[in-house]
C-alpha cells in the first residue's frame, strides 16, 4: 500500500502548489525525487479506479481543486471555484504558499462515493483512518440516495465547493407526462397541434415536459457540480431516480453526511 501505488503512468514535474498542498497534508500523496506522484493512502479499487481517469497537469483536477477549496476554508480564505481550475490561484493563497505560512489540514480525507442506476442507489461516505500499516481509506455509512430522472446526475467526479445547513432550490426538470395526460396531449397532436406548442418532448419513447420548482428550507446542502448537490429532500422511498440532478437522501443521512465531510470533499457518481 502506500509509496507502491502511482497516482498514474505518467511523470510531471509537480507545481509548488501541489508540493504544499502535499506538504500540509490537504492532498495524501508523496512526490518523489524523479517527480512520480504516489498515493500515501490505500485506496479501495473502486476508488482508485475514478482517480485513475484524471491526468495530475489538467486544471479542472477535482483532487487538487478539493485540495484548493479545503485549504482556502481552512485558512480562513473566500472560497472561490472560479472559472481557471487550479492552476490560476486566488492572491492570496499564492501569497500564503510563497510563504509558507499556512496551516496543515485539520480534517481527515473524506470521499462520497454515489452509486448511479434504476434502483437500489445509494451514497457511501469514505473517510481516511490511521493504522499500523498507514492511511486507508474505509467506508463510514452507506444511506439509500436519489439521483436524477432521465441520468439528470451526472458520472463524474467533483470537490464540494459550496455548503449550507439550510436553503432554497430554485429550478426546473423533465419528468414523463401521466398516461391521462398523454392521452389527451396525442389527441390534440393528431387534431394538428405540435408537440412543442403542447409544451412536451420525448426521452426515448417516453413522452415528458418540464416542471418548475422552488423549494425552500432545503436541509445539510453540499454543492458539488454547478446546481447539483448532497442534501436532504423528504420522500416516501428512498433509493431510485427521483430528483433534478442532486444526490437526496433521508434527514438523518443527510444531516451525519453534511457534519462529516468538507469543503474539497470528493463526490464521485458512478453506475
Known amino acids: 500500500m502506500g509509496m507502491k501505488y502511482l497516482v498514474n503512468m505518467h ?15 490537504y ?3 508523496a ?17 482508485r479506479e475514478q482517480a485513475g481517469k484524471w491526468s495530475w497537469n489538467d486544471p479542472w483536477n477535482p483532487f487538487i481543486l478539493g485540495a484548493l477549496y479545503n485549504f482556502e476554508r481552512s485558512n480562513g480564505l473566500p472560497v472561490r471555484p472560479g472559472r481557471y481550475g487550479w492552476k490560476k490561484l486566488p492572491e492570496k493563497v499564492k501569497q ?23 434502483s437500489s442507489e445509494t451514497a457511501t461516505l469514505y473517510r481516511s483512518v490511521s493504522s499500523d500499516n498507514g492511511l486507508s481509506m474505509k467506508p463510514v455509512f ?20 459550496l455548503r449550507y445547513k439550510v436553503t432554497s432550490m430554485r429550478g426546473s426538470m423533465v419528468v414523463p407526462v401521466s398516461e ?22 420525448f426521452k426515448g419513447n417516453v413522452m415528458v415536459h418540464k416542471i418548475y420548482y422552488d423549494d425552500h428550507g432545503i436541509k445539510w446542502v453540499s454543492y458539488f457540480h454547478r446546481g447539483d448537490a448532497l442534501h436532504y429532500f423528504p420522500r416516501k422511498t428512498y433509493g431510485w431516480p427521483q430528483s433534478a440532478g442532486c444526490v437526496e437522501m ?22
Do not use: C
Not at 500564503?96 to 434504476?118: A, C
Open 11 to 25: 511523470t510531471y514535474q509537480p507545481s509548488p502548489t501541489i508540493i504544499a498542498f502535499a506538504k500540509a497534508g
Open 180 to 201: 391521462n395526460e398523454a392521452s389527451e396531449y396525442k389527441l390534440d397532436h393528431q387534431n394538428g397541434a405540435s408537440w412543442k406548442s403542447l409544451g412536451v418532448f
Open 96 to 118: 500564503l504558499i510563497q510563504s509558507n505560512q499556512y496551516v496543515d489540514d485539520p480534517n481527515p480525507w473524506t470521499w462520497v462515493l454515489v452509486k448511479r442506476g434504476y
Open 31 to 47: 512526490i518523489s525525487q524523479d517527480g512520480q506522484i504516489h498515493w500515501n493512502i490505500d485506496l479501495p479499487d473502486i476508488l
Open 250 to 271: 433521508p434527514e438523518k443521512a443527510s444531516k451525519k453526511m453534511w457534519h462529516d465531510i468538507n469543503y474539497g470533499t470528493l463526490v464521485s457518481i458512478v453506475p
Open 142 to 161: 452507506t444511506t439509500p440516495a436519489n439521483t436524477g430522472v432521465f441520468n439528470g446526475t451526472p458520472l463524474g467526479t467533483w470537490p464540494v465547493y
Open 27 to 29: 492532498l495524501p500523496v
